[in-house]
């Protein structure tokens, strides 16, 4: 089966030339596929600097890995032939990180709207171009009359935030990457509005990668998730299993550090987890959470951990699960999907020796 | 009398002047913070927070304009200082961490550059040694490496670009620092170290901080009285504690309510309706077109914020004994 976009171990090294002193490795042999047939909601989490943008960047097209490939329709994305290229654009919508950032001041907002409406043939008439901007904009709770006409520094925070998710819902595309999409909105709004990112795809069946830190959102909206921890894979699985039972240290400190909207009860951040415990490695390899982990053993210091399949919807990469059997990176995706129906079978668990 | 209060914000009125009219972002606020409190502002996306943010540093632009109300620190009308006289109260005496401020670094300059220039835009400069000491000195309470400051930001992540930029509002130290989602674009495990910095040098300052956002988890956490806006209005003020136990405004219940939870998957559910036009605010309360408890009265007359309890402000008809 190929995928509508799959990441094959694709790794990304910044910072890898004469003029920098320091490289950063931001993502680290990662694979991960997007079904064209069954519509996903995969969450990506992780903290700030984890590769979560890296990521986006990648499957958009707009860096290209160090190494690995990326394959829309089986094909590489830097060989897209042009026909299919025009595909990809509108199959693959992103609603990025940033609302300040990618809006051109001098456009006013009806252009963020108007030009794929235009460029994808969506409209024939004017009042259609009209009626489609208008339907996208109330679905994010923003009134055409207050938004269009407006330059973006006319529109708060979470306005310009509502626009890009617009944009993405208006080319009903066949997957929509959502970077931080409602970091900016209220409570309220951001329940709406990913209701509604929640509703094309059950019944347009629009996939959907959903890049947050709001793990609690996650946790409502998606099906698997994927915790990056410094560019590498912590945890991956059922998100039914893995944020109410974290396995991964790492995964453990993020949900114990979630603010519960309940001043009374504890908020301890990094001290949740308890005082690492202070190993240190002598060579290159090590796991990347030894310095902050409770739990750290003399092997974590000496290997790099893989991913351990602990149960046939989860995998750790910890050596608190070094009996599970090993889950080579470029198989991940078969701890996917747990939470759905599998109409054709699905690779059968089947562990390795 | 002594004045209690390092900010006083007072019948604020701020709009901003469009083709289709003013849009009346903020409309008749007052609130005020005591030295060293932490007070939160929540509310609608679009509610006039941010505008709320940039008119007390004086930084509205136009069409927007402040239109009435008063904003004094330290018994200092702020809204009558000559351009020269702001620009010294500016960073030194209150600071901004702006929404999105991360984005607003410049793209070609060191971060260390960027610093020193806003030392010396405020009259704070320091050379050689003394700046390297600060810097590290400054890159450290905000959790980040002294190399940081030798890099673009480019080359930094969304979380480490706005924890430079808090670094930057804490420079000179100042008596009131406002934080405009200070901690959106972050994990939570990085939001609680920059609320614990941020808590932890604006107690070492003596400073208040006002800090914006969406989060009511982090703020129930980071803050110690919370004010609640809508459609440009502050609807409800309280501590914390009575805040969440007992709201009393039903924008504030059902935005309490509508908060996900981890105890199992349930549906996400905002408040029916959509948020109101700032253009051609609803008469009577703003929130009546979306309230469940919506009387006659609510529909044609405003109701006054009121202390219905201790300590604890609602502007709501429901309250209102006759
Ligand atoms: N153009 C670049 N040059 C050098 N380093 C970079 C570049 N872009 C990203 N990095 C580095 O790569 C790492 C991953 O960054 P990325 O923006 O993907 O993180 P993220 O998970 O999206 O973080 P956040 O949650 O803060 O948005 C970081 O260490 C960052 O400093
Ligand atoms: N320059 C401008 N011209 C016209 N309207 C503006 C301008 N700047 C802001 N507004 C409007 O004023 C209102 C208040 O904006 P503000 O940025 O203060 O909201 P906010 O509460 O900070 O929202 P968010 O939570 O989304 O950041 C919004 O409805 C916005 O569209
Ligand atoms: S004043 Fe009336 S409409 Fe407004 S919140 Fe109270 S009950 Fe609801
Ligand atoms: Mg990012
Ligand atoms: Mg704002």
Request: aromatic fraction near 6%; include cysteine.
């Amino acid at each position: 089966m190929t995928g509508l976009l799959e990441a094959r171990n694709i790794s990304k090294v910044f910072g890898a030339g004469l003029v920098h002193k320091t490289q950063t490795i931001a993502l680290r042999d990662f694979t991960f596929s997007i079904s064209g047939e069954t519509p996903s909601v995969t969450a990506i989490v992780g903290e700030s600097g984890s590769g979560k943008t890296t990521l986006v960047r990648l499957l958009l097209g707009l860096i290209a890995p160090t190494s690995g490939e990326i394959l829309y329709r089986g094909q590489d994305l830097r060989h897209l032939p042009a026909q299919q290229r025009r595909a990809y654009l509108r199959d693959v919508q992103a609603i990025f990180q940033d609302p300040f950032e990618v809006f051109n001041p001098f456009y006013k907002v009806d252009h963020v709207l108007e030009s794929p409406i235009r460029n994808f043939g969506l409209a024939r008439t004017r009042q259609q171009r009209r009626d489609l901007m208008a339907e996208a904009l109330s679905t994010v709770g923003l009134q055409p009359a207050e938004t269009l006409g407006r330059y973006p520094h006319q529109l708060s925070g979470g306005q310009r935030q509502r626009i890009m998710v617009a944009r993405a819902l208006l080319l009903r595309p066949r997957l929509i990457i959502a970077d931080e999409p409602v970091s900016m909105v209220d409570a309220s709004l951001r329940a709406t509005i990913l209701n509604s990112l929640l509703k094309l795809n059950q019944e347009f069946g629009i996939s959907l990668v959903y890049i947050t830190h709001d793990l609690t959102t996650a946790y409502q909206i998606s099906e698997d998730i994927i915790v990056l921890y410094r560019g590498a894979v912590a945890e991956a699985g059922d998100v039914q299993l893995v944020v109410p039972q974290p396995e991964h240290p790492y995964t453990k400190l993020l949900v114990g550090s979630i603010p519960l909207a309940d001043p009374d009860a504890p908020w301890q951040g990094e001290r949740a987890l308890g005082a690492p415990t202070g190993l240190a490695p002598n060579g290159d390899s090590y796991c990347a959470f030894h310095d902050r982990c409770p739990y750290a053993m003399p092997v974590c210091v000496e290997q790099t951990p893989s991913l351990f399949r602990t149960a046939p919807h989860r995998a750790s990469a910890c050596f608190l699960h070094g009996d599970a059997p090993i889950l080579p990176n470029d198989r991940i995706d078969e701890v996917f999907g747990g939470g759905r129906p599998a109409p054709d079978a699905a690779t059968p668990f089947v562990a390795e020796s | 009398m002594s004045e209690p209060n390092v900010l006083r914000v007072e019948g604020l009125r701020v709009h901003y002047q469009t083709p289709a009219g003013p849009v009346k972002a903020v409309d008749g606020v007052s609130f005020a913070v005591r030295p060293g409190e932490r007070f939160g502002l929540v509310g609608e996306s679009g509610s006039g927070k941010s505008t709320i943010a940039l008119s007390l540093l004086r930084m509205i632009k136009p069409p927007g304009r402040v239109e009435d109300g008063s904003v004094t620190l330290d018994g200092v009308e702020l809204l009558e200082l000559t351009d020269e006289e702001m620009r010294r109260v500016r960073l030194a005496r209150i600071s901004l961490v702006a929404q999105g401020a991360m984005n607003s670094l410049n793209p070609v300059k060191r971060i260390r550059e960027q610093i020193a220039l806003g030392l010396r835009e405020h009259g704070a400069a320091r050379e050689g040694r003394a700046f390297d000491t600060f810097l590290t000195e400054l890159l450290e309470r905000v959790g980040l490496r002294r190399g940081v400051g030798d890099m673009f930001p480019h080359e930094l992540s969304g979380g480490m670009k706005q924890r430079v930029c808090i670094a930057m509002a804490i420079s000179l130290e100042p008596q009131v620092i406002v934080a405009d989602e200070p901690t959106s674009a972050l994990d939570v495990v990085v939001q609680w170290q920059v609320i614990d910095t941020l808590r932890r040098v604006q107690s070492e300052l003596g400073a208040a901080v006002i800090q914006i956002g969406h989060d009511m988890g982090l703020m129930a956490h980071s803050v110690e009285r919370i004010g609640v806006m809508y459609a440009g209005k502050l609807v409800e003020s309280a501590a914390v504690r009575d805040l969440f136990r007992a709201p009393l405004h039903p924008y504030t219940q059902l935005l309490i309510a509508s908060l996900p939870s981890l105890d199992g998957k349930e549906r996400l559910q905002g408040i029916a309706g959509s948020p109101p036009s700032l253009l051609n605010p609803p008469a009577g309360c703003p929130f009546h077109p979306r309230c469940p408890f919506v009387m006659d009265v609510c529909r044609t007359t405003m109701p006054p914020p009121r202390e219905h309890r201790p300590g604890h402000f609602a502007a709501c008809h429901l309250y209102e004994t006759s």
